[in-house]
């Protein structure tokens, strides 16, 4: 007598990044933590471009974070020179206004940092409203990546601005 094959044994197949996040019921524990951390990563970018909205984009290119009763850029009163976030609230102040020049002005990099934070936005009240994991939304979306770039971009913005005032 002969056997028969054996059936193949399922194997589990691992989460894909195109899967579709599944819609968490209100219920559920890990959907109410999730929501909770949306939420926040819902006030807090909105917050940011409500404040960018009612500030006066200072017209030397920075300083604009002074109407916020903050105190001058400590680097840049010590050293001459701006610091990588010289210039981001003057930048945001002006991109919450479609001025993108002034923007450009202030800091380039406040322009990436702007969309990025706009986008954000819905995203957060998205994953608030279905209940999506967070770690796996951004994981899905590749924030990581964002990350990098921002932070290269900014490393870059910067030493182009310190080069072209000290050799310019």
């Known amino acids: 007598m002969q056997n028969a094959p054996a059936a193949p044994i399922p194997v589990a197949a691992a989460p894909s990044r195109s899967m579709a996040l599944p819609t968490a019921p209100w219920s559920s524990r890990s959907a109410l933590l999730s929501r909770s951390i949306?939420?926040?990563?819902?006030?807090?970018?909105?917050?940011?471009?409500?404040?960018?909205?009612?500030?006066?984009?200072?017209?030397?290119?920075?300083?604009?974070?002074?109407?916020?009763?903050?105190?001058?850029?400590?680097?840049?009163?010590?050293?001459?020179?701006?610091?990588?976030?010289?210039?981001?609230?003057?930048?945001?102040?002006?991109?919450?206004?479609?001025?993108?020049?002034?923007?450009?002005?202030?800091?380039?990099?406040?322009?990436?940092?702007?969309?990025?934070?706009?986008?954000?936005?819905?995203?957060?009240?998205?994953?608030f409203v279905r209940g999506w994991p967070v770690v796996a939304t951004l994981d899905r979306i590749h924030a990581e990546k964002f990350a990098i770039g921002l932070s290269l971009l900014s490393l870059t913005a910067w030493v182009v601005r310190v080069a072209t005032q000290m050799f310019g």
Do not use: D
Request: proline share 10%.
């Open 38 to 127: 949306w939420a926040v990563l819902f006030a807090i970018p909105t917050a940011v471009v409500v404040t960018a909205a009612m500030l006066t984009p200072a017209p030397v290119g920075h300083g604009t974070h002074t109407q916020l009763g903050l105190p001058p850029c400590g680097f840049l009163v010590f050293s001459g020179y701006p610091c990588p976030g010289c210039g981001l609230t003057t930048a945001f102040a002006h991109m919450v206004r479609l001025q993108i020049l002034g923007a450009w002005h202030a800091n380039p990099f406040g322009i990436a940092l702007f969309t990025c934070t706009v986008a954000f936005i819905p995203l957060a009240a998205i994953g």
